[in-house]
T-cell receptor, first 112, second 114 residues
Framework: GNSVTQMEGPVTLSEEAFLTINCTYT??????LFWYVQYPGEGLQLLLK?????DKGSNKGFEATYRKETTSFHLEKGSVQVSDSAVYFC???????????FGKGTRLHILP | GEEVAQTPKHLVRGEGQKAKLYCAPI?????VFWYQQVLKNEFKFLIS????????ETGMPKERFSAKCLPNSPCSLEIQATKLEDSAVYFC????????????FGSGTRLTVV
């Protein structure tokens, strides 16, 4: 079946540190891959996406590359800020399917 | 507008009472999705619509949950005879299509059943 596995948190970093949140997936065909962010008390916001192998999604300093050979879509940022503190969800939509399948989320705390 | 509007933000119901949640999708988006976020952040797919037609209802608990998307009205999700385990945040999302669009989510309705 289709599934998303992401690293468990919480992840605590100091401001300006380098961030990696690992995400791997299992899917048939050619899924589209996403990272969503949920700030405290708010809904989900689409952070970035990639729709085919080797695509790189980027937004607000965050990047992730669709790696078909390793079935991965790791989220990275070179220098995190306190305002990046949130829960990050890796997700996919399977080929020719409608629903999004989410990972369990990774809570990120950035210390000033 | 460019946001998915969900109402109310918070809803408290006694066990056995009815709960009704509303979602206004982004104008021009033909797909609407409902998700339930329970403890520990897990998202559960409930149902999706293409315009006013049910597209996929594989996640809906059939006995007590129902949903509609009627023309010129907000979509709704109704829970008859709520149970304690229905306490969750319910998110609505809309999209112009399925697959690689990345859906736009509303800010959710927090349902607390006491």
């Amino acid at each position: 079946g289709n599934s998303v596995t992401q690293m468990e948190g919480p992840v605590t970093l100091s401001e300006e540190a380098f961030l990696t949140i690992n995400c791997t997936y299992t899917a048939t065909g050619y899924p589209s891959l996403f990272w969503y962010v949920q700030y405290p008390g708010e809904g989900l916001q689409l952070l970035l996406k990639a729709t085919k192998a080797d695509d790189k999604g980027s937004n607000k300093g965050f990047e992730a590359t669709y790696r078909k050979e390793t079935t991965s879509f790791h989220l990275e940022k070179g220098s995190v800020q306190v305002s990046d503190s949130a829960v990050y969800f890796c997700a996919l939509t399977p080929w020719r399917d409608d629903k999004i399948i989410f990972g369990k989320g990774t809570r990120l705390h950035i210390l000033p | 507008g460019e946001e998915v509007a969900q109402t109310p933000k918070h809803l408290v119901r006694g066990e056995g009472q009815k709960a009704k949640l509303y979602c206004a999708p982004i104008k021009g988006h033909s797909y609407v999705f409902w998700y339930q976020q329970v403890l520990k952040n897990e998202f559960k797919f409930l149902i999706s619509f293409q315009n006013e037609n049910v597209f996929d209802e594989t996640g809906m608990p059939k006995e007590r949950f129902s949903a509609k998307c009627l023309p010129n009205s907000p979509c709704s999700l109704e829970i008859q005879a709520t149970k304690l385990e229905d306490s969750a945040v319910y998110f609505c999302a809309s999209s112009p299509g399925t697959g690689n669009y990345g859906y736009t989510f509303g800010s959710g309705t927090r349902l607390t059943v006491v």
